[in-house]
C-alpha cells in the first residue's frame, strides 16, 4: 500500500461579512422616589425677663375749682399782673413796693409776709385790721420800700368770707422794670 498525500493548495481568504444589525435603544429607566424631609430643628429657649422699672413719682394734685390758680409776669413798676378779681404791681412812684386792687368789688384781707432785702423781716395784718382791697391800687405794706434790684417779698393774705387765699411773690428787677411777680390761689 502507498500513502500518497497530496497537499492542495492554500484557499482565497473569505470575504468579510457584513456589519450586524444596531440594537433597538432601550427605554428610560423609571424615576427614584423622593427623599423623606427631615424634621423641624428644636425651637431655642425664651429669654429672662427684664427687670420691672421703677414707678413714677406722683404729680401734685392741683386746686378745685375753675379758672386759673397762678399768673405771673415779668412787668415794669405800674403794671398789674392779674388772676382772677385780683390784680398785683410794684407801685410806681412813691416807696416801691406791693400794691393790690380788684377788678371789682372788695376784700378784706389779713395774713403776714416774709422779705429780703438788707436782712430778713416781715410783717403781720391782723385779722382785727384786715386791708380793704377795692379797685383803687394800695400798699399791702406801705412802710415798705425795695430800692435794690433783686430783693424779694412773699404774701400770704385770706378773705375768710370770700373763702380764697392766695401767696403773692415778688423779686424787684433793676430799676424797677422786669419785676417778676406771681400770684397763686391757694385756697
Known sequence: MINLS???SQGAQGAEGAQGLQGVEGSQGVQGAQGFQGNAGAQGAQGAQGNQGSQGVQGFQGVQGSGATIASGFVNAGTDVILGNLKVR?????NRSLQ???????????????FSYSGVGGSTI??????SITTTPTYIQAGYTFATAGATDTWILMD??????WRITMIVGAGYNNNFISIERIS
Open 6 to 8: 497530496i497537499n492542495g
Open 90 to 94: 410794684m407801685s410806681s412812684s412813691g
Open 100 to 114: 393790690v386792687s380788684t377788678v371789682s368789688g372788695t376784700y378784706s384781707v389779713y395774713g403776714s409776709s416774709v
Open 126 to 131: 391782723a385779722n382785727n385790721s384786715p386791708l
Open 160 to 165: 375768710v368770707s370770700n373763702a380764697i387765699a
